[in-house]
Antibody, heavy 117, light 108 residues
Framework: VQLVQSGAEVKKPGESLRISCKAS????????IGWVRQMPGKGLEWMGR????????TYSPSFQGHVSISLDKSISTAYLQWSSLKASDTAMYYC???????????WGKGTAVTVSS | EIVLTQSPGTLSLSPGQRATLSCRAS???????LAWYQQKPGQAPRLLIY???IRATGIPDKFSGSGSGTDFTLTISRLEPEDFAFYYC?????????FGQGTRLEIK
């Protein structure tokens, strides 16, 4: 049972990006995939989640409109996407198995995103 | 938005001692929605406690959670070298999840 995230990315401001999170070892259980940001030297910030059963999404007000979360059920892969990156998007991004809004019990190793001109 | 305030910011203790970490919410929480995580440098966070007091799978009983309402506590008895890390509390309320700012537990 694990979440495998895509590799580190280096991008320029204004570029688009999509990072991925592939779930494996799961049975068909009702859970969500959540995304958490950790900026360099800072704490954890919940960004949003997607329901694996119907792709319904919820976003933190802090991230609503800035990122998009999607899911390809056929390959058990969730995505976090930006249409126009900013330097302030530089961070580590973790995907998680989120059990409703209660807690996040499985974490991917993280994808480091660096945005710099 | 419900704000979680963790204290102290840094806790300096020696192996073998007991650690008490606090998490205070700006509004009353349902205990069901309070969780604790441990994060070591360069690693992803790990779930320790959910439902305020339920240990996650594989978490040793030296970790315990308690509290209700606005005040919650994570206690680590008999500190071992691998316990020195960052600890975060997390809650759900008003359709969003928030984390506390973290407590750094360091070796004295």
């Amino acid at each position: 049972v694990q979440l495998v995230q895509s590799g580190a990315e280096v991008k320029k401001p204004g570029e688009s990006l999509r990072i991925s999170c592939k779930a494996s070892g799961y049975s068909s259980v009702n859970y969500w995939i959540g995304w958490v940001r950790q900026m360099p030297g800072k704490g954890l910030e919940w960004m949003g989640r997607i329901d694996r059963s119907d792709s319904y999404t919820t976003y933190s007000p802090s991230f609503q409109g800035h990122v998009s979360i999607s899911l390809d059920k056929s390959i058990s892969t969730a995505y976090l996407q930006w249409s126009s990156l900013k330097a302030s998007d530089t961070a580590m991004y973790y995907c998680t198995r989120q059990i409703d809004y209660y807690y996040m019990d499985i974490w991917g190793k993280g994808t480091a995103v660096t945005v710099s001109s | 938005e419900i704000v979680l305030t963790q204290s102290p910011g840094t806790l300096s203790l020696s192996p073998g001692q007991r650690a008490t970490l606090s998490c205070r919410a700006s509004q009353t929480l349902s205990s069901s929605y309070l969780a604790w995580y441990q994060q070591k440098p360069g690693q992803a966070p790990r779930l320790l406690i959910y439902g305020a007091s339920i240990r996650a799978t594989g978490i040793p009983d030296k970790f315990s959670g308690s509290g209700s309402g606005t005040d919650f506590t994570l206690t680590i008895s008999r500190l071992e070298p691998e316990d020195f890390a960052f600890y975060y509390c997390q809650q759900y309320g008003y359709s969003s999840i928030t984390f506390g700012q973290g407590t750094r537990l360091e070796i004295k």
